[in-house]
């Protein structure tokens, strides 16, 4: 039955396509040409900014095509939500603010008007952040998110260009004339960028959380953004973990606890993969440190699989006491003391460095980086951002440069399946990790990172990545390192000197 309704569904999509197909025929049969004189038989193509005046876009509104795409987006919608695992349509509904979050961004930064005038070969991150006053990394991971739900056309790697979606927020102005009198933007023009504006700013306070943290110029609101606070997201300037531990927030304590156990939802194959490697290669009673392991979860994974090794996890105390109580509950045969150890085997650390923005993990892993022996193994587990750029029609999609020596980095930047035209990170079906990226922002300034940047976070704290497993249908991913040299900057102190200055 099941099986019966996916084809029925997919049936409805193709009918749909024929219906639109026959129309634009006729049309073209019937001698209707566009305005440049073309016949009009294409469907109007959705990288590239569509012209309204044209006779393609004049169909769009014709009854047949317009009962046709209702069909054709309603039965897209309905078989994704029936084959998508229910977790992570879940996601979607729960952190799909960011959507919101990231095109009020779009808008309010003009960023529209500065793509419109750089045509259909896009604008690098780094050039548009220079412009709108942000940084390079945040204005490229909120351009992604963009992309990804084909909101935008990321044309190469970290370089962005309006599409036939996003070119309707494109007010005409140009991005001086905004930047000197921004309320002339919408002057005297029903537009329907003006529409979203406002949804997403005065009606929907969601929408405009990023544009408070990012371009405090732009805020409407100016009770949105207490003036000395730490942490945006809660109103205190208690940092997180600490508000997290405090009293009253015992049940967001163990309800945090729980939540990282549930995340293992949506790679539970890769914490499968986790155990490929480095793990079965070492010696029995080798000692693996499972470094901001939260109440064990991953560690009590490993542990029963890899039964002769040592396993350590290192956490805060509160956390540690709600995790001893835990392990006592289901495996107390695995519980004992420890104390900090150097030179362990292993340090893994799993979903700890997005919690923090490049400077604040670049201490965490130069800290371990001092603890290890020569052959220790650094594991980073993280998701790792794929660009959302086109796959192209040969597969031979373009996708970051320079990581020839890290064994199994292509593998993980472009996901098999994404043939032409689905993108290289396969668009929506991907945009669990995107929500954890811009959620990441909101709530640490951390962030999910792009291979490139795991790579050279752990660069800068001596960390010499060798290695990255993923695993199909997940953009999990697992990064060894071993150490390599030590950063300039640290390479002349001593521990001491370091650990003050940290
Ligand atoms: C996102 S959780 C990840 C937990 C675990 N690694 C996992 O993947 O399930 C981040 C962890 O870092 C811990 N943490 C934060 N600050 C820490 C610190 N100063 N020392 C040790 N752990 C810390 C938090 O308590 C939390 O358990």
Same mark, same amino acid.
């Given at each position: ?374 052959? #220790?193994?650094?594991?980073?587990? %993280?998701?790792? $951002? &794929?660009?959302? @750029? /086109?796959? !192209? ?48 922002? #909101?709530?640490?300034?951390?962030? %999910?990172?792009? $291979? &490139?940047?795991? @790579? /050279?976070? !752990? ?44």
């Amino acid at each position: 039955m099941t099986f019966a309704a996916l084809r029925a569904l997919q049936a409805i999509i193709a009918a749909g396509i024929d219906d639109i197909e026959r129309v634009f025929a006729s049309e073209s049969a019937s001698g209707a040409r566009s305005a440049d004189g073309s016949p009009s038989t294409d469907f109007p193509a959705l990288d590239v900014p569509g012209d309204p005046d044209s006779r393609a876009e004049a169909l769009m509104s014709h009854p047949e095509v317009l009962s046709a795409v209702a069909r054709i987006v309603s039965a897209a919608d309905h078989l994704a939500a029936t084959v998508r695992a229910p977790f992570l349509t879940l996601c979607n509904a729960g952190m799909g603010y960011h959507l919101t979050g990231c095109l009020r961004f779009l808008e309010a930064a003009h960023i529209p008007e500065l793509l419109s005038n750089a045509g259909p070969d896009g604008m690098l991150a780094g050039d548009i952040a220079r412009r709108v006053g942000v940084d390079a990394s945040t204005t490229g991971h909120i351009l992604r998110l963009l992309a990804t739900h084909h909101l935008l056309r990321e044309v190469r790697p970290d370089c962005f260009a309006l599409n036939r979606i996003s070119a309707l927020l494109d007010s005409g102005k140009t991005f001086e004339a905004l930047s000197q009198r921004k309320e002339w933007k919408y002057d005297g023009r029903g537009q329907k960028a003006a529409f979203f504006a406002v949804n997403s700013d005065e009606l929907f306070k969601a929408g405009a959380y990023l544009t408070d943290m990012l371009l405090p110029h732009a805020v409407t609101d100016d009770a949105a953004l207490p003036p000395a606070a730490f942490n945006l997201s809660q109103r205190t300037a208690t940092p997180y973990w600490a508000w997290l531990e405090a009293p009253g927030n015992e049940a967001r304590l163990a309800r945090f606890g729980c939540a990282m156990g549930g995340s293992q939802g949506w790679e539970e194959v890769a914490l499968q993969a986790l155990g490929d490697h480095p793990f079965p290669e070492l010696p029995d009673g080798a000692v693996v440190v499972d470094v901001g392991g939260g109440i064990g979860a991953t560690t009590v994974r490993l542990a029963e699989r890899f039964a002769r090794l040592k396993f350590i996890v290192q956490d805060r105390a509160p956390v540690c006491r709600l995790g001893e109580e835990a392990l006592r509950a289901r495996n107390p045969e695995m519980l004992s003391s420890g104390r900090s150890v150097r030179a362990p085997a292993v340090f893994l650390v799993r979903t700890v460095c997005h919690d923090w923005p490049d400077d604040f993990a670049r201490r965490i892993l130069l800290q371990l980086r001092r603890a290890a022996g020569p052959m #220790t193994r650094l594991v980073i587990g %993280e998701h790792i $951002l &794929p660009y959302a @750029v /086109a796959g !192209a029609r040969d597969g031979a999609t373009e996708h970051a440069p320079a990581l020839a020596d890290i064994a199994g980095a292509r593998d993980v930047q472009l996901l098999r399946g994404a043939r032409w035209p689905l993108l290289a990170n396969l668009g929506t079906a991907s945009a669990n990790v995107y929500w954890m990226d811009l959620t990441m922002k #909101t709530i640490f300034n951390g962030k %999910e990172r792009t $291979l &490139p940047e795991h @790579v /050279a976070l !752990a660069a800068s704290a001596g960390w010499r990545v060798v290695r990255v497993s993923g695993i199909e249908g997940s953009l999990f991913g697992h990064i060894v390192a071993l150490p390599g040299p030590l950063p300039a900057d640290v390479a002349a102190q001593s521990g001491a000197e370091l650990r003050a200055r940290l």
